[in-house]
Nanobody, 122 residues
Framework: QVQLVESGGGSVQAGGSLTLSCATS???????????MGWFRQAPGKQRELVAQ???????TYADSVKGRFTTSKDNVKKTMYLQMSSLIPEDTATYLC?????????????WGQGTQVTVSS
C-alpha cells in the first residue's frame, strides 16, 4: 500500500524559507526513480494547484507563480521528496500536498498525502 506523509510546514514571515518533505512507503526504490511525483497546494476557496512536478524522466516543472523561488527534488534511497521554498509571500499560504503516480501519456497522481499547512504572514 502506497503511503505519503508530508512534514515541514509551519508559519513564516514573508521573505522567509521552508523546506517540505514527503516520505513515501509502499514504493520500491527502483519504482520511485521512474514515477511521477508532484507537489500541489490548496488555499481556502481556491482550486488545487500543481506547484512542482518531477516527471518520470527526472525533469522538473514548476508553476509560473513559484519559478525561481521553489525547488523540488527527491532522494530515491530515502524514498523522500522535498520542496525547498524561499522568498515566501502571503499568497503561498495553503495546504501543501504531495502526490505520486505514473506516466501514461502524462503524469497521473492516484496517491496523495494528507497535506501540511504553510502560512506566510506579511
Amino acid at each position: 500500500q502506497v503511503q505519503l506523509v508530508e512534514s515541514g510546514g509551519g508559519s513564516v514571515q514573508a521573505g522567509g524559507s521552508l523546506t517540505l518533505s514527503c516520505a513515501t512507503s509502499g514504493i520500491t526504490i527502483s519504482s520511485l526513480s521512474s514515477r511521477c511525483m508532484g507537489w500541489f497546494r490548496q488555499a481556502p476557496g481556491k482550486q488545487r494547484e500543481l506547484v512542482a512536478q518531477i516527471n518520470n524522466d527526472g525533469r522538473t516543472t514548476y508553476a509560473d507563480s513559484v519559478k525561481g523561488r521553489f525547488t523540488t527534488s527527491k532522494d530515491n534511497v530515502k524514498k523522500t521528496m522535498y520542496l525547498q521554498m524561499s522568498s515566501l509571500i502571503p499568497e503561498d499560504t495553503a495546504t501543501y500536498l504531495c502526490a505520486a503516480g505514473s506516466y501514461t501519456g502524462g503524469c497521473a497522481f492516484p496517491y496523495w498525502g494528507q497535506g501540511t499547512q504553510v502560512t506566510v504572514s506579511s
